[in-house]
Structures are given as C-alpha cells and as structure tokens.
C-alpha cells in the first residue's frame, strides 16, 4: 500500500511539478543580436556609448562598452535598463514627467527620468529591457530603438 501511494506521489509530480514553463524569454543571442543593431547605430553616429541588455528579472544578459565611453556610464546603463523591467515602460515616460514638473517621480525606487532604458515585450510579457547611456538622452533613445528594432524585422 504504502508503495501505491509512493508511486502516485511521484508520477503527480512527474505531470505537474516538472512541467516546462512556456513563457517567453530573452535569449543571449537575441540579446546578441539587439547589441549589435544597437552598437551599428552608434558607430554610425560616431557616438560612444554603453549597451546594457537585462533580462525579465533585471539581471544582466550582456553588457557592451564602446571604446572612449565614460566610465560613469557602465552604471547608468545598467540602471536605465533595470528601471524599464521594473516598471515596464521606457524610461522616457519619467523623464517627460519630471520635465512636466512631476519631480515626486523621482523618489521611486530605481526609476530612471533619463531616456534611454526600453523594455522589451513578448507575447504581452516584459521578457527584458535594454538600456542605453553616453550620450544625451534623446540619442541613447535612438539607439535604444535601434537595437530593438532587429526583434520586429524578425
């Protein structure tokens, strides 16, 4: 008896428990693939910048800086990127709103007012963001897009 009931245990977490998860995700080579389109636009412009690419947990996938960039921009990189996971929306969208005068956004927590961070959506899930600092924020936008535009000619 003891044994059925071992073995109906098991084969439930068998079906269940260890079911593939199907929700999408950044891969490296997408994240790849969106680095270089965003690097090309930069060159292109003559422009050094930093090229921060995160997954849905705003964990870094890959990070990318172009010779002569600042230092400081390894960091704001990484923090425009985390900021569009977080609150799933470019961080453009603060940047307008503390211009508008709405400076109480600027107390949230790892909200960024500087464009440049973009999320990245999949199938209505935010799968990661990338996020873009070297230049003004208005050009890390464009290159931000420019990376992302490789996902939607796929």
């Not at 693939?33 to 050094?48: C, F, L, Q, S, V």
């Not at 569009?84 to 956004?105: I, P, Q």
Request: charged share 20%; proline share 2%; hydrophobic share 45%.
């Amino acid at each position: 008896m003891k044994s059925f009931l071992l073995a109906t245990v098991l084969m439930a977490f068998s079906i269940t428990g260890y079911s593939q998860n199907t929700q999408p995700y950044l891969s490296l080579a997408e994240a790849k693939r969106i680095a270089d389109a965003a690097e090309a636009k930069a060159i292109e412009n003559e422009w050094t910048v930093v090229i921060a690419i995160m997954d849905a947990g705003g964990h870094l996938i890959l990070l990318r800086k172009i010779d002569g960039t600042q230092i400081g921009s390894v960091e704001v990189a990484q923090a425009k990127a985390k900021s569009a996971v977080y609150f799933k929306r470019s961080t453009k969208v603060f940047e307008d709103g503390v211009n508008d005068g709405n400076n109480r956004l600027m107390t949230l927590p790892n909200a960024v007012a500087l464009e440049g961070g973009v999320p990245i959506f999949r199938d209505g899930h935010c799968i990661g963001a990338i996020g873009i600092s070297g230049v003004r924020s208005d050009q890390d936008g464009i290159i931000a897009e420019a990376g992302l535009s490789v996902l939607e000619s796929k």
